[in-house]
């Protein structure tokens, strides 16, 4: 089982960025995935959950208006489209896979919002 993201990086203020994450050895359709996020010094966020068939979405309310989860369960691959970045958005960004009681997480992919 793996879930790899990719996609972070250095961005200013005001700008975007697209994380993905793609993951291999499990039935991914069957999956509810989620974004979660967790800056230095704090604890774990959850930022944002969508259903397995893509249906449903759910986002934290500081991120609301500006982040965007979905999905393509052709190619196995849960997208976090982030725009309108701020400062406290750096973070380091994982995701993860759930079914049942059955959970994976990724290695996560740090993202620095900063001038």
């Known amino acids: 089982v793996q879930l790899v993201e990719s996609g972070g990086g250095l961005v200013q203020p005001g700008g975007s960025l697209r994380l993905s994450c793609a993951a291999s050895g499990f039935t991914f359709s069957n999956y509810f995935m989620k974004w979660y996020r967790q800056a230095p010094g704090k604890e774990r966020e959850l930022v944002a959950t969508i259903t397995s068939a893509g249906g449903g979405t759910n986002y934290a309310d500081s991120v609301k208006g500006r982040f965007t989860i979905s999905r393509d369960n052709h190619k196995n691959t849960v997208y976090l489209q982030m725009n309108s970045l701020k400062p406290v958005d750096t973070a380091v960004y994982y995701c993860?896979?759930?079914?049942?009681?059955?959970?994976?997480w990724g290695q996560g992919t740090q993202v620095t919002v900063s001038s």
């Open positions: 993860y896979a759930g079914f049942r009681t059955t959970g994976y």
